[in-house]
């Protein structure tokens, strides 16, 4: 079966660190992607990755560990626009490309 | 080209009806993909071309639910005879050939089954 699972929500403070965790279950493997969401609006792309590790990006961070089945997406001094949803997907054989149902991070002041 | 569009942006029908939907992917993207989404939930997987071939279509997608991209090019989600449990976001996205490459997704038509 396939089965991605990340929390549903999450609170974190104006300047503050926080962590999104993601584990999965696919039939297939070829690649993790992180797309943020804001409400009624489309998903736009942040992160992929295919390899063991950790990918940075400005404030964005993603890591991958593949025989865990486990990837987190971390934002450094967040900001009040950085409240949205946080899709993570991963693209399991051939090119369906399979969705979590997201995490809605709530940035307060 | 300013990315992938969508139209309409909003559709409202009644039980029954036949909608159809447009998309037009980013020119130089051979990928297309259609996800449904509701409230609450991410994007749910419909059917995938590579240019005008139609390589992979979801076992949750019923009969009533048929996709075409005659000349790889904009593509077309039609639901025939729609019911209720349809209303929801239907995104459209597309990406290049290379692997790992990004989706770009459109700002959807929210379909509305009254």
């Known amino acids: 079966g396939q089965n991605i699972d990340q929390p549903t929500e999450m609170t974190a403070t104006e300047g503050a660190i926080v962590q999104i965790n993601c584990t999965y279950q696919?039939?297939?493997?070829?690649?993790l992607f992180w797309y943020q969401q804001h409400a009624g609006e489309a998903p736009t792309f942040l992160s992929y990755?295919?390899?063991?590790g950790l990918e940075e990006k400005g404030r964005f961070s993603s890591f991958l560990s593949r025989s865990k089945g486990y990837s987190y997406l971390l934002l450094k001094e967040l900001q009040m626009k950085d409240s949205a949803s946080y899709l993570c997907?991963?693209?399991?054989?051939?090119?369906?490309?399979?969705f979590g149902a997201g995490t809605r991070l709530f940035v307060k002041a | 080209d300013t990315g992938v569009s969508q139209n309409p942006r909003h559709k409202i029908t009644k039980r029954g009806q036949n909608v159809t939907f447009r998309c037009d992917p980013i020119?130089?993207?051979?990928?297309l993909y259609w996800y449904r989404q509701t409230l609450g939930q991410g994007p749910e997987f419909l059917t995938y071309?590579?240019?005008?071939?139609?390589?992979?279509k979801s076992r949750l997608l019923s009969d009533r639910f048929s996709a075409e991209r005659p000349k790889g090019s904009f593509s077309t989600l039609e639901i025939q005879r729609t019911e209720q449990g349809d209303s929801a976001m239907y995104l459209c996205?597309?990406?290049?050939?290379?692997?790992?490459?990004?989706?770009?997704f459109g700002q959807g038509t929210r379909l509305t089954v009254v």
């Open positions: 996205a597309s990406s290049a050939l290379q692997g790992g490459t990004e989706a770009f």
């Open positions: 696919t039939s297939g493997f070829n690649g």
């Open positions: 990755n295919v390899l063991d």
């Open positions: 997907a991963v693209r399991a054989g051939g090119f369906k490309t399979i």
């Open positions: 020119s130089e993207h051979n990928r």
């Open positions: 071309f590579q240019n005008e071939a139609q390589l992979e």
